[in-house]
């Protein structure tokens, strides 16, 4: 072992020794900015010689080409409506890395509590509320494009990937006795647990035109979900 250690030793010495004397002999027979070059090369040579380079490590988690399965549920913020329960879920396709295309089915209620105390103290003095409350339909596609990945450490534990992305589309919005074009987009995350699951949060504004006769509104509404759930990958491997 020390005969080793000697001979990696002097061969280290001997390396240096060369590099040295051609730098020197190029420095003494060329002219200056000659020199200069030379002497760069001679120590490029050497560092190339002594540098240790790291493999390329593939990426733990892969969508591309890949179905994605997401039940999702949250809470709904309507602009002139009360905050509902909302539910439902998406299929993607992911074409690439970076782009997929989803459909997505989302159910909620609309209510109006305020004007519903107003006509239950008022019996029979005006019908301003058609009913309890109304089913809400969402039928909606989104183009995603995810912009940025990273890795996250939990309380110190095991390392998870994550992705950050944004959404952009639009539908159409079923109400009892209407149907409305509906524009949506928003911003989402999803954090890998295995290759083929994840934790999905997504967050969605539908821009649409609400209707409420019996109110006299007719208006552009932006309506707020805010909605987390779990994504099933097909295959189950990358």
């Known amino acids: 072992?020390?005969?080793?250690?000697?001979?990696?030793?002097?061969?280290?010495?001997?390396r240096?020794?060369?590099a040295l004397v051609g730098g020197a002999v190029c420095w003494l027979g060329t002219t200056a900015p000659a020199r200069a070059q030379c002497v760069d090369e001679a120590l490029k040579q050497q560092l190339i010689g002594q540098r240790a380079y790291r493999s390329v490590v593939p990426r733990l988690f892969q969508k591309a080409l890949r179905h994605e399965l997401s039940p999702m549920a949250g809470w709904y913020a309507g602009d002139i409506s009360d905050r509902a329960f909302i539910w439902g879920g998406a299929y993607t396709f992911n074409f690439t890395e970076d782009l997929g295309l989803?459909?997505?089915?989302?159910?909620?209620?609309?209510?109006?509590?305020?004007?519903?105390?107003?006509?239950?103290?008022?019996?029979?003095?005006?019908?301003?509320?058609?009913?309890?409350?109304?089913?809400?339909?969402?039928?909606?596609g989104h183009l995603i494009w995810t912009l940025a990945y990273g890795k996250v450490r939990w309380m110190g534990g095991a390392i998870s990937?994550?992705?950050?992305?944004?959404?952009?589309?639009?539908?159409?919005?079923?109400?009892p006795g209407a149907i409305g074009l509906t524009a949506s987009g928003g911003f989402g995350m999803k954090f890998y647990l295995t290759q083929w699951l994840a934790l999905r949060l997504d967050v969605r504004d539908y821009v649409r035109e609400q209707k409420r006769v019996q109110l006299g509104v007719e208006q552009i509404v932006n309506d707020i979900s805010a909605m987390g759930g779990a994504s099933v990958f097909l295959p189950f491997t990358n």
């Open 102 to 140: 989803e459909a997505g089915y989302f159910r909620t209620r609309q209510s109006f509590a305020l004007l519903e105390a107003v006509e239950r103290r008022q019996q029979g003095l005006v019908d301003i509320v058609q009913s309890d409350s109304n089913p809400i339909q969402f039928f909606v």
């Open 1 to 14: 072992m020390i005969v080793r250690w000697v001979e990696l030793a002097e061969g280290s010495a001997l």
């Open 16 to 18: 240096l020794v060369v």
């Open 161 to 175: 990937r994550f992705d950050f992305n944004i959404a952009i589309g639009g539908g159409a919005t079923v109400e």
